[in-house]
């Protein structure tokens, strides 16, 4: 049973352009939402993360949007770089203060392409 | 410098072999975890330690098997019992004490290790 379901599954986008990924959930415990990006034969690393109390952050280029009636989160990347080039992945977990443990449920990830 | 180190990088395991992934941190962290990594599934918890001689399964530890005997160190054995076993692996951990407030409750991973099962 996934719980955070991630598109599209991979994108292409010219330098310059915007990405867009979009994240849904179901388990309305779940209070924080980071992103991972993922170089080919890496792990992942931290990108950027957010909590249900607001509904926008950014930085630099990267801003999460949040919609908590609606469930769903998503990660825009401005001004697309060829760098940007990875596998970017969404994932929620409780607080993780509270939980046992920072159990992150994580959607299947999308393939970001940025053409020069 | 600090952090995750896993190895092998590659293995190559024949059916019916039990294998083992090893995973070293030195960032002082008291939690770890193991995940599996499969083409367009994300990634999967099989096991997490939050702290020593202690661990919990995770969404698919069938045919997996951890120790926790040192804070450093939390190998994975993918036995023969786990019929499709492969993937690429990936070890993580964080700080997990409840004073630590300051922590962003980031996972840090390691370079992961991928298993092919010949």
């Known amino acids: 049973q996934q719980q955070v379901k991630q598109s599209p599954q991979s994108l292409i986008v010219q330098k310059g352009g915007i990405s867009i990924i979009n994240c849904a959930y179901e388990n309305t415990a779940f209070d924080y939402f980071p992103w991972y990006q993922q170089f080919p034969g890496k792990g992942p690393a931290l990108l950027i993360a957010i909590r249900p109390d607001v509904s926008e952050k950014k930085e630099g280029r990267f801003t999460i949007s949040f919609n908590k009636s609606a469930k769903q989160f998503s990660l825009h990347i401005m001004d697309s770089q060829p760098g940007d080039s990875a596998t970017y992945f969404c994932?929620?977990?409780?607080?993780?203060?509270?939980?046992?443990?920072?159990?992150?449920?994580f959607g299947g990830g999308t393939r970001v392409l940025v053409k020069p | 410098d600090g952090g995750i180190t896993q190895s092998p990088k590659y293995l190559f395991r024949k059916e019916g072999q039990n294998v083992t992934l090893s995973c070293e941190q030195n960032?002082?962290?008291?939690?770890m975890y193991w995940y599996r990594q499969d083409p367009g599934q994300g990634l999967r918890l099989i096991y997490y330690?939050?702290?020593?001689?202690?661990?919990q399964k995770g969404d698919i530890a069938e045919g997996y098997s951890v120790s926790r005997e040192k804070k450093e160190s939390f190998p994975l054995t993918v036995t023969s019992a786990q019929k499709n076993p492969t993937a690429f692996y990936l070890c993580?951990?964080?700080?997990?004490?409840?004073?630590?407030?300051?922590?962003?409750?980031?996972?840090?991973f390691g370079e992961g290790s991928r298993l092919t099962v010949l």
């Open positions: 330690s939050q702290i020593v001689n202690d661990f």
């Open positions: 993580a951990s964080t700080p997990r004490r409840l004073a630590d407030l300051s922590s962003t409750g980031e996972l840090f």
């Open positions: 994932a929620a977990s409780t607080s993780w203060i509270k939980a046992a443990g920072n159990k992150l449920t």
């Open positions: 960032l002082n962290h008291d939690a």
